[in-house]
T-cell receptor
């Protein structure tokens, strides 16, 4: 199968601090990864497309300076929430596309709580 | 622009009864269609997809979906629901456009349908 992991699964941080979330494809290479945000009982909102070796493509309305994305290898993308505020509290989910296929494989999600 | 509609916020069904979760889509060309399931505080699990070929697609955990081009629908079905099927279900669509870097794999999700299966 195609497994995607996220770390941490849950994080609590203080307002003003930065938090890094890792997304790894464990058994396949992923040139492209995606970062989503999900509010309670709501659908997934695509934040950005992460491309290995190049800059991420952000969706309209997503602050690229606040949500820093780095895709330094074919198996790892990171999302850093900078200067976090309580309104950034959410469930963040990443996904990875196995090169050459049409499917996205999703990570288990990271619950971020900013106090 | 592509879009997906899941008209029901919640579907209630008794265990053992058939389960249907509705999905309609709108795309400019031929679609790639997907169903995912999400359990509380978890990521999404892939159930099945339609890319091409037979309109009836069989997936994981006994689920299937029928692609209906004339009705632009891709309803998810299971002949006999289990209590463990209670979860949030998402339909998603992707255009069969050119696979450029900024459009490759980008999915449009429906709002989700909560399925509640009672014993």
């Amino acid at each position: 199968g195609a497994v995607v992991s996220q770390h941490p699964s849950r994080v609590i941080c203080k307002s003003g601090t930065s938090v890094k979330i890792e997304c790894r494809s464990l058994d396949f290479q992923a040139t492209t990864m995606f970062w989503y945000r999900q509010f309670p009982k709501k659908s997934l909102m695509l934040m950005a497309t992460s491309n290995e070796g190049s800059k991420a493509t952000y969706e309209q309305g997503v602050e690229k300076d606040k949500f820093l994305i780095n895709h330094a290898s074919l198996t790892l993308s990171t999302l850093t929430v900078t200067s976090a505020h309580p309104e950034d509290s959410s469930f963040y989910i990443c996904s990875a596309t196995r090169d050459g296929t049409y499917e996205q494989y999703f990570g288990p999600g990271t619950r971020l709580t900013v106090t | 622009a592509q879009s997906v509609a899941q008209p029901e916020d919640q579907v209630n069904v008794a265990e053992g009864n058939p389960l249907t979760v509705k999905c309609t889509y709108s795309v400019s060309g031929n679609p790639y269609l997907f169903w995912y399931v999400q359990y509380p505080n978890r990521g999404l699990q892939f159930l099945l997809k339609y890319i091409t070929g037979d309109n009836l697609v069989k997936g994981s955990y006994g689920f299937e979906a029928e692609f209906n081009k004339s009705q632009t629908s891709f309803h998810l079905k299971k002949p006999s629901a289990l209590v463990s099927d209670s979860a949030l279900y998402f339909c998603a669509v992707r255009d069969k456009g050119p696979m450029t870097t900024d459009s490759w794999g980008k999915l449009q999700f429906g709002a989700g349908t909560q399925v509640v299966v009672t014993p």
